[in-house]
């Protein structure tokens, strides 16, 4: 089941899983604290234990405690090292059996698809209010999705909605700098066939070069600052 912004404060005590966790992980302080403090006020999540933390590394344990029924809330920044943490042997079962993830980030549509074709439960946007994330949190604590159903678009990211899962695929390992040959070997795939799949990226988000198709789905994030690679 989903639902989409914005949800409502929950005044009464839902159905919950029993002794539910909410990791928040956020290199900001002030904002890490105004999201504890947002979600330990709402009465429906008074049973729920609120964990914060700067980054994955301080999170790593309470993430390896984590299980169905639990949530983790994500800066949006953070999520190519989020995908690679997920896929590190010890926490790839977080894909499958770990907790429900959200990101808090200006996601466009592009960026929406690719967050749900990649296990991402959630999206709220950076400025959202307390309702919408106590929304979001009973949501994901309660197993169901929350995305916006309408964001503006955002120039050459939109292109982003017209990518298969594969492109995307390719697409978000470019980001985290990458070569063909590395990302071939990642998916299994051949050199020439990452290599056709990367030119009909560029072509279907009218980038001429790698590296403005790596601004295009950062921008679809909202993420301004780009490092990475050149094949």
């Not at 939109?158 to 470019?174: H, K, P």
């Not at 790596?214 to 301004?224: H, L, T």
Request: aromatic residues 4%.
């Amino acid at each position: 089941m989903s639902r989409s912004f914005s949800p409502s404060l929950v005044a009464a005590p839902i159905s919950l899983p029993a002794n539910p966790k909410i990791v928040i992980i956020h290199a900001v302080p002030l904002l890490r604290l105004g999201m504890e403090t947002a979600l330990r006020a709402a009465p429906a999540l008074s049973a729920t234990e609120i964990l914060g933390f700067a980054g994955l590394t301080e999170a790593a344990e309470s993430l390896g405690r984590a299980g169905p029924g639990d949530a983790v809330i994500v800066d949006g920044s953070a999520w190519a090292s989020l995908e690679q943490y997920r896929a590190a042997p010890q926490f790839a079962r977080l894909r499958t059996s770990g907790p429900a993830f959200a990101l808090i980030t200006s996601a466009d549509h592009g960026a929406t698809r690719l967050l749900e074709a990649r296990g991402i439960s959630g999206v709220i946007a950076p400025d959202a209010d307390a309702e919408d994330l106590v929304g979001l949190a009973t949501d994901l604590l309660a197993g169901r999705t929350c995305f916006p159903t309408a964001v503006a678009p955002l120039n050459a990211a939109t292109g982003l909605a017209r990518l298969s899962n594969r492109q995307f695929e390719i697409l978000e390992l470019m980001t985290r700098g990458l070569l063909n040959k590395q990302i071939a070997w990642e998916l299994g795939l051949t050199e020439g066939t990452v290599k056709s799949h990367v030119s009909a990226i560029l072509e279907k988000l009218g980038c001429d070069r790698r590296t403005q198709a790596i601004a295009a789905f950062m921008q679809s994030f909202g993420v301004g600052k780009v490092h990475a690679a050149v094949a």
